[in-house]
T-cell receptor
Framework: DQQVKQNSPSLSVQEGRISILNCDYT??????FLWYKKYPAEGPTFLIS?????DKNEDGRFTVFLNKSAKHLSLHIVPSQPGDSAVYFC???????????FGTGTRLKVLA | NAGVTQTPKFRVLKTGQSMTLLCAQD?????MYWYRQDPGMGLRLIHY???????AKGEVPDGYNVSRLKKQNFLLGLESAAPSQTSVYFCASSFDRNTEAFFGQGTRLTVV
């Protein structure tokens, strides 16, 4: 039973345009959400997070939106750059259990 | 500033052999995690620890054991390796609940 789902395995975007990566979750107890970026042969690195008390968080070119009623979050990257090409994972946690549950990832390719 | 260090980085085991993966963090984090990454499956939580001397099961704990005898170290053991345990293993740590987790570089394990 996949509690965190990323339904798009891959996404291609032109350099300079917006990249939108989506994530859905099923567990209503999740109250903290994160996005990670992963390059080949490296560990995931933290990008941005959002608490369930917010619906938006920005950090430079990265913005995460949370829609609690739809159990959906998205990561917007504007403008996209070739160096953003990587696999992006969303993750969710329930502060009652301390666990981070990850989605299956979306491979983003930014075309120059 | 080492962060999270995993040892070894690569290993090939024969079916039935045992081994221990070591994770060390120098950030004084309370929480530590072991994940495995498989194609199309994302990152799945094996075991985690919320403090020295504590461990708990994650999503896929069967065939693995863990120990957290010292706060800075989290060991993952395979008592009798199976080909299904061929994977890339990541260790992570976090300071508190609802904070980002920091990942190691990964251990690529092949069981033949």
């Amino acid at each position: 039973d996949q509690q965190v789902k990323q339904n798009s395995p891959s996404l291609s975007v032109q350099e300079g345009r917006i990249s939108i990566l989506n994530c859905d979750y099923t567990n209503s107890m999740f109250d903290y959400f994160l996005w990670y970026k992963k390059y080949p042969a490296e560990g995931p690195t933290f990008l941005i997070s959002i608490s369930s008390i917010k619906d938006k968080n920005e950090d430079g070119r990265f913005t995460v939106f949370l829609n609690k009623s739809a159990k959906h979050l998205s990561l917007h990257i504007v403008p996209s750059q070739p160096g953003d090409s990587a696999v992006y994972f969303c993750a969710a946690s329930d502060s009652g259990t301390y666990k981070y549950i990850f989605g299956t990832g979306t491979r983003l390719k930014v075309l120059a | 500033n080492a962060g999270v260090t995993q040892t070894p980085k690569f290993r090939v085991l024969k079916t039935g052999q045992s081994m221990t993966l070591l994770c060390a963090q120098d950030m004084n984090h309370e929480y530590m995690y072991w994940y495995r990454q498989d194609p199309g499956m994302g990152l799945r939580l094996i075991h985690y620890s919320v403090g020295e001397g504590t461990t708990a099961k994650g999503e896929v704990p069967d065939g693995y054991n863990v120990s957290r005898l010292k706060k800075q170290n989290f060991l993952l053991g395979l008592e009798s390796a199976a080909p299904s345990q061929t994977s890339v293993y990541f260790c992570a740590s976090s300071f508190d609940r609802n904070t980002e987790a920091f990942f190691g570089q990964g251990t690529r394990l092949t069981v033949v």
